[in-house]
């Protein structure tokens, strides 16, 4: 599989599980958040996660050196940032005092 598949299978299993896993840790009864705040929390996993789709299409693997589009490694560096400033968000929700 090429880099361009490996990334679009992972931004495919990003937007089906990450963001109704994270509505549903959200809305759990432990944590007691209202469905409108964890809905948009999730919401906004999904926008980036659709963000991301047309970067990782538009890329022609047959040409390497094109500027259309973003190389993998940076593909991979907005996910991997993204997911570290959401879990920076859950954490600071999480800590905070009802």
């Known amino acids: 599989m090429s880099s361009r598949g490996v990334n679009l299978a992972v931004l495919l299993v990003f937007l089906l599980t990450v963001p109704a896993g994270v509505f549903f840790f959200f809305t759990s009864p432990g944590m007691g958040y209202p469905r409108a705040t964890a809905g948009i929390i999730a919401g906004v ?35 991997i940032g993204f997911l570290i400033v959401m879990a920076a968000i859950v954490a600071y929700f999480m800590l905070r005092e009802p």
């Open 45 to 79: 996993l999904v926008l980036v996660g659709l963000a991301l789709l047309p970067v990782v299409l538009r890329r022609n693997p047959s040409e390497p050196n094109t500027r259309d589009g973003l190389p993998a490694k940076a593909g991979w560096g907005v996910l």
